[in-house]
Nanobody, 125 residues
């Protein structure tokens, strides 16, 4: 399994970005894709999750109403649309995968089975 992120960039406060996570190598649809945000100081938070099987999304409170996760099964890609960006959103965004559990049970970093290298987001005033 391989996960490849793209789309990170420098943006102004209030701006938008769309991150992509290309997913390769799964033989079943029983997995979820998470987006984790790691700040420059090292703090890490799961901001969103999408079940490949059910399409049910999850959002952290910090991004509800601003971020939207979606999937294109034909392209094997999961997107994270990020709107209303603020400086606190800056950092490294990584997509990860967990198999066999729903999003509500797939949130801890040690539980992630696969992960990409991440893509960087900078939010400037």
């Amino acid at each position: 399994v391989q996960l490849v992120e793209s789309g990170g960039n420098d943006v102004q406060i209030g701006g938008s970005l769309r991150l992509s996570c290309a997913v390769f190598g799964f033989n079943s649809d029983d997995y979820v894709i998470n987006w984790f945000h790691q700040t420059p100081t090292g703090a890490r938070e799961r901001v969103s999750c999408l079940s490949r099987r059910t399409g049910v999304p999850y959002y952290a409170d910090s991004v509800k109403g601003r971020f939207a996760i979606s999937g294109d099964n034909a392209k094997n890609t999961v997107y994270l649309q990020m709107n209303g960006l603020v400086p606190e959103d800056a950092g490294l965004y990584s997509c990860t995968a967990v198999m066999g559990v729903p999003c509500e049970r797939a949130g801890s970093w040690p539980a992630q089975a696969f992960w990409g290298r991440g893509t960087g987001v900078s939010v400037n005033s």
